[in-house]
């Protein structure tokens, strides 16, 4: 029995998958049937995410500065999934609030 066949309906947080659209080991649908069986079985309403990298391989994105964009979108995720991120707090917090 795989993840897919295994979720029973339950309260899930907020979840994102990240997955390459061109991965030789993971073929993108496998994320894609986990999540919308997510999707149906979910008792709640948070958000529950799949991301198609179009760019990436099993190993994410190459090079320095998209594995930083790929980590800040992480972050950025989680921050707002718990309600932390707010642009009105980081227009007052750098000063540029109106």
């Known amino acids: 029995m795989g993840a897919v066949a295994t ?28 999540i ?14 799949l991301r198609a990298e179009m760019d990436a391989g099993h190993g994410g994105r190459s090079g320095r500065y998209d594995a930083w964009r790929e980590v800040a979108f992480t972050l950025a995720w989680e921050l707002d999934t718990l309600g932390v991120g707010s ?12």
């Open 7 to 34: 979720l029973a309906p339950q309260l899930f947080g907020g979840i994102v998958a990240q997955v390459p659209f061109v991965d030789t080991r993971v073929l993108y649908v496998e994320p894609a049937k986990w």
């Open 87 to 98: 642009t009105a707090a980081v227009g007052s917090a750098a000063g540029t609030e109106k």
């Open 36 to 49: 919308a069986r997510l999707r149906a079985v979910s008792t709640g309403s948070p958000p529950i995410l």
